[in-house]
């Protein structure tokens, strides 16, 4: 394959950051959501992101979306995380 990601086991472990940031080069490269979905299900099979997110991620990197990290949600954030938090 003659793109960005070459398929190889050393490189099937990506965070969801190394995720937007290969979308974003992918966007300014000129390839459209599905090749970019076509490269990430080569590369990473069932773990890759759903062709919607990728449609998600490349209309925001194209209209100007900079950043790659997760933007706040609003409410009350989870604090328990066993049983020994919950009474």
Known sequence: ?????????????FSR??????IKLSVILGK????????LVTVL????LSIQTVR???KAVSEGRDDTEDKPRPGRP???CGDVNIS
């Open 1 to 13: 394959m003659a793109g960005i990601i070459e398929s190889s086991p050393a490189h099937q472990k």
């Open 17 to 22: 950051y190394d995720i937007r940031v290969i």
């Open 32 to 39: 459209d959501a599905s090749c970019i979905h076509k490269d």
């Open 45 to 48: 099979g069932e773990n890759a």
């Open 56 to 58: 998600k991620w490349v």
């Open 78 to 80: 989870v604090t328990a």
